[in-house]
C-alpha cells in the first residue's frame, strides 16, 4: 500500500482535490443547516412581542371606545328625559309625584338597555358602581335628608313636592369623575389603536413577503379578539360575577393574549 502525503482529507480552495484525498467532491461552503426563515428581518420574540401588545392594545380599544359612545347617549337621554318631566310638570300635565315615579322608572330602564349595549368589562364597571337602580323609597330618603336634615315621612306636602323635583332632576344627572375616565380612556384606546395602526404598517413595509405578513397581521389580531371576547363572557357569566371589572378585564386581556400567542405559533408553522 502506497503511503499519503499528510493534510487535509477535502479543499475549499478552487477546483485543487488532493491525489491522496479520500473524497473526490468539494467541501460545502460555510452556512447554515437550515433554510427555512422568517418573512420578517425583525427577530421571532420581538415580533411576538410586538403581535401581543397589538391584540390587548385593540382588544382594549375596542372595548373602551363604544363605551364612551354608549355612555355619552346614556346621559343625552336621561337629560332629555328628565327635562321632559320637569315640563309636564311646570304645565301641570302630570304632578310632581307622578313625575318622580315616571323618571326614576325611565331612568333605570335607559340605564340597563345602556348597560347592555356596553362591553364586558364596561358593565362590570358599571355594575361595580350601582349594582342597580335606586328604588324609589331610597331617593326619597336621601334626599329629603339632604334638603330638609330629616326623614321623608315626616315632611309636609310642600316638602314633598320639592323631594320629587329634586328625584326629577337628578334623574338626568351622571357622575362628573366617572364622564371624565370614560372620556380618558376613549382617548388612551383611539392612541394605542394610532401606535399599532403604526407596527403594522412597518412589520409589512420590511417583511421578505408583505402579502404573506399581513395576513398573519390579520389573523394574529382576530383571534386575539375572538380569544378576548369569549374570556369575557366566561369571566361574566361564570368566573367573576356581577361588579368585577378588575377580574373580568384581567381575564379577557389574559384570554386574548394567549388566543393570538397560538395563532401565530399556528401560523408560522402552517406557513413556514
Known sequence: MGA????SQCTTHGDYVSDGTKNSSLTPAPGSVCGETSSSPIPDSLRTAL???????VN????????????QEYIRKTREMANAILD??????VTAEEGQRLANQLRNEIMETARGASSDVGRAWA?????????????????AAQLFKRGFETLGEAER??????????????????????????????????????????????ADDPQKEAIRQGTVVGAGLAGGALAGAAATGLLCGPGAPVCVGLIV??????????AEKAFDRWFK
Open 253 to 262: 386581556f389574559v384570554g386574548g393574549g394567549l388566543a393570538a400567542f397560538g
Open 51 to 57: 403581535s401581543l401588545f397589538q391584540t390587548e392594545a
Open 161 to 206: 313636592n320639592q323631594v320629587f323635583l329634586a328625584i326629577i332632576d337628578a334623574s338626568g344627572r351622571s357622575r362628573p369623575s366617572v364622564v371624565i375616565v370614560s372620556a380618558r380612556l376613549a382617548r388612551l384606546s383611539r392612541g394605542l389603536l394610532f401606535v399599532t395602526a403604526a407596527i403594522a404598517v412597518f412589520e409589512v413595509a420590511i
Open 88 to 93: 309636564d310638570v311646570r304645565k301641570g300635565t
Open 4 to 7: 499519503t502525503r499528510p493534510g
Open 60 to 71: 382594549f380599544a375596542v372595548r373602551f371606545i363604544p363605551d364612551h359612545a354608549v355612555r
Open 127 to 143: 355594575q361595580s358602581l350601582k349594582a342597580q337602580g335606586r328604588t324609589l323609597a331610597e331617593l326619597q330618603e336621601r334626599y
